[in-house]
Every structure is written in structure tokens, then in C-alpha cells.
């Protein structure tokens, strides 16, 4: 699971995340939405351990990822927004590169990895350098090397840029799945249909702050739409008014 306590990051006097408490538990596909400049993509990176919270703590399988980071980052994967890789490695490499990160290697690992991309339609990729791999295939490739340890937790940043439908779909289904077997996922994402139609909860973050948690009927009652669905209970939440504003202007 995921457990964030009064988890805090400023940069100067600016606070780019408030004082977050937040569970995540096992099996749930948690949703974490926001505006531009929320804070999301800030408390993913202290999550894994990227960025040092200004106060606070992130736990992971009730590890505290300060106290004890290698053991902590042992249960994660992490699939960030943009897919930064080695580019002189093969796909095959780059995976086995990160198993091995985690200590991880030999058959099982070759065995799981060649799954992977072919799951992803990257088989026929394996053996050619990273270089030569497109924006969407390296997404492939993060995501599948998120998988190749058998974290028990994995956070995601904007896991849909990129890919292709069918590649979509897969990873939907994948995420599915993974927490189905009592894994844990919190994911960012700004495609308000993947995050109402995949998650179990959601949180919706402005100003650095948690605006709302829960479900979609227990979001539908604390923004006060009835039976409307995620993107009208977003905007109530975070700028129902800029978006009349808008309308006014194109009128004017």
C-alpha cells in the first residue's frame, strides 16, 4: 500500500504540495487528478523516491521510503510521464538492466521479459537499440520495465501518452488485473474517461491541496452534480468558473 502523512514539498515560499495525508491500500486502482501545476506530478516523484519531501513521509508497504529507500523502492515500480531511457541499449537489455537494479536475474527474468514486450508488440523490437524505438514504443518500454520485478506497488504519470488504442486497452486491462491479485496503483492522468472508467477512488488536487477523495458517487455527492459524471464534477471542483469565463469571452 501507499501511505502519505502530512507529506509536504516547497520550493522557496512556494508550496507545491500542502501537507497531503492519503491510504492507498491493497487492490485499488487509485486516480489522482488535477489541474496544471496541481502538484501531482510533485508528489508522484516524492512517492518514488525522486524528489525529498520538504516534510512529512511516504511509506510503501509500510517502509518508510526516507528511513529505508532501497527496501521501500524494492516494492515499487514507477512509470514516469516522459520516457527517459539509455538509449544504446536494446529493449531486451534495458529490461534486463532494470531487473537487475532490483537483483533480479536469470531465466525468470529473460522469461518475463520476453513477455512483456511481446505483450506490447515490441518482440519483433527486442534486439534494436533504444535510439532507433519511437515516442510510443519507449513508452512501452518504461511501462513494461515498471512490471519486470513484480513491484507490489506502482505509480504512474500520464500512462497514455503515446500509445497507440490497442496499446491502451492493454494497459487498461493490465492495470486491471494487477490490482485484481491485491496490488496497489495510484495514477495521475488528465483523460478524465480513463480515470472514471478504470479507478476504484480518485482524489482530486488543486493548490497542492486533496479537494475531494472517494468514489465516483461519494465525488458526485461532495461537488453537489447528481448523477453527472467525472469531468463535471472536476470542473465544479477546480474551475467551473473558468470555464463560464471562457464562454463569456467567445461571446463577447
Known sequence: MIQLEQLTKRYGRFTAVDAIDLTVPRGEL???????????????????????????????AGIDVAENPVAAKAHLGFIPDRPFIYEKLTGTEFLRFVAGLFGQEGAPVERRGRELLALFDLEEWRDELVESYSHGMRQKLIIASAFIHRPSVIVVDEPMVGLDP??????????????????????????????????????????????????????????????????????RLTGERAARDLVDVLDS
Do not use: W
Open 166 to 235: 490497442k496499446a491502451a486497452k492493454i494497459l487498461k486491462e493490465l492495470f486491471r488485473r494487477y490490482v485484481d491479485r491485491g496490488n496497489t496503483i495510484m495514477m495521475s492522468t488528465h483523460t478524465l474517461e480513463v480515470a472514471e472508467g478504470l479507478c476504484d477512488r480518485i482524489a482530486i488536487i488543486q493548490g497542492g491541496a486533496i479537494r475531494a477523495c472517494g468514489t465516483l458517487d461519494e465525488l458526485r455527492v461532495h461537488a453537489a452534480v447528481g448523477d453527472d459524471g467525472l469531468e463535471a464534477i472536476f470542473l
Open 30 to 60: 487509485f486516480g489522482f487528478l488535477g489541474p496544471n501545476g496541481a502538484g501531482k506530478t510533485t508528489t508522484l516523484r516524492m512517492i518514488a523516491g525522486i524528489l525529498q519531501p520538504t516534510a512529512g513521509r511516504v511509506r510503501l
